[in-house]
T-cell receptor, first 115, second 116 residues
Framework: KAGVTQTPRYLIKTRGQQVTLSCSPISGHRSVSWYQQTPGQGLQFLFEYFSETQRNKGNFPGRFSGRQFSNSRSEMNVSTLELGDSALYLC??????????????FGPGTRLTVL | AQSVAQPEDQVNVAEGNPLTVKCTYSVSGNPYLFWYVQYPNRGLQFLLKYITGDNLVKGSYGFEAEFNKSQTSFHLKKPSALVSDSALYFCAVRPSNSGGYQKVTFGTGTKLQVIP
């Protein structure tokens, strides 16, 4: 079974631009979560999608948004980029449902650098 | 609000010695607890989890963790450390009553350095 894939792996943008990151979960996984990882803040939860619906959101400004498609692939978008948005963005998928308490499987991440 | 504390930013251990990476948590209700490992420039890899049952959980690569409800701890252990175990380790917690939602909170991570 293929793992979680994220594209692109590396991205360089300038302040004010916007960016879209993509995540393809493991086949059969319907839950996709996004995290921002920085040296100072550690792993910060961005949002979780399940069956095309956002069902949990972290404490990030509205510049951060996401969506999930019918095939469970997910995208996150960051508009009006700031220097502080430079981070490793991790996507994780799982088979989470009301009865299944499964762990998350992480992709390799997208390294975003904002200049 | 739930939280996870990993009190040590870095743990150094000699190869062949036992290792412990500490984790304490705070959550409403019963916890689901996880350990993940991250190698440089990689995503997180699942090591083990505690859902219910035996307090001693065995996971990948010879790691194990002990759930202690009274001390709200879930320390990661390995009897004999390998140089290849050097990585960043994350503890995570999720409430058992989250209705299937992830609602996972991660600790800040502990860097494990195994010295040859």
């Amino acid at each position: 079974k293929a793992g979680v894939t994220q594209t692109p792996r590396y991205l360089i943008k300038t302040r004010g631009q916007q960016v879209t990151l993509s995540c393809s979960p493991i086949s059969g996984h319907r839950s996709v979560s996004w995290y921002q990882q920085t040296p100072g803040q550690g792993l910060q939860f961005l949002f979780e999608y399940f069956s095309e619906t956002q069902r949990n959101k972290g404490n990030f400004p509205g510049r951060f948004s996401g969506r999930q498609f019918s095939n469970s692939r997910s995208e996150m978008n960051v508009s009006t980029l700031e220097l502080g948005d430079s981070a490793l963005y991790l996507c994780a998928s799982s088979q989470t449902s009301g009865l299944i308490n499964n762990e998350q499987f992480f992709g390799p991440g997208t390294r975003l650098t904002v200049l | 609000a739930q939280s996870v504390a990993q009190p040590e930013d870095q743990v150094n251990v000699a190869e062949g010695n036992p290792l412990t990476v500490k984790c304490t948590y705070s959550v409403s209700g019963n916890p689901y607890l996880f350990w993940y490992v991250q190698y440089p420039n990689r995503g997180l890899q699942f090591l083990l989890k505690y859902i219910t049952g035996d307090n001693l959980v065995k996971g990948s690569y010879g790691f194990e963790a002990e759930f202690n409800k009274s001390q709200t701890s879930f320390h990661l252990k390995k009897p004999s450390a390998l140089v290849s175990d050097s990585a960043l380790y994350f503890c995570a917690v999720r409430p058992s009553n989250s209705g299937g939602y992830q609602k996972v909170t991660f600790g800040t991570g502990t860097k494990l350095q195994v010295i040859p």
